[in-house]
């Protein structure tokens, strides 16, 4: 009896690359933290897509979360370059910012900043950033000495 390629279960490498798929990565940052090549990430990542019948890296991620395999799903899932948008638009960063760091248009980024507030249900672009974090969608770091108290 031939085992189908959906049953074969995912190597921790391929579950490496949805969790950073997951986390908005791309290809180039996932190989620099897994210390690997670009095409031995592109392999690992087409090879989970297959494994989970899986249309493309969004699709294998979903699935993925649905089985499980990478924890608890977030209340949203978003594809890899609306995360980065919206990691830029928690730090702050303008359109015009956002467009020159990630080496899009303008018009692309506010596209991308319009489609993240729908998806989330936000009202504003502050709004987005404060749901994203509390929906661990995205991590923010407070900087030593910020204007931030402990009291509530």
Known sequence: MRATRYGLPLVERELEVLRGFAHGASYAELAASLYLAQPSVRNYASSAIKKLGAANQTDAVRIAYERGLLGAQPAVVLPGPLVQ???????????P?????????EHTVVDQVK????RLGARDRAHAAALAVALRIVRVEVPAGSAVSDAA
């Open 97 to 105: 910012e956002i467009a020159r760091r990630l080496e899009r248009s």
């Open 85 to 95: 948008v919206l990691q830029l638009v928690a730090e702050g960063c303008t359109n």
């Open 115 to 118: 489609e993240v507030r729908r």
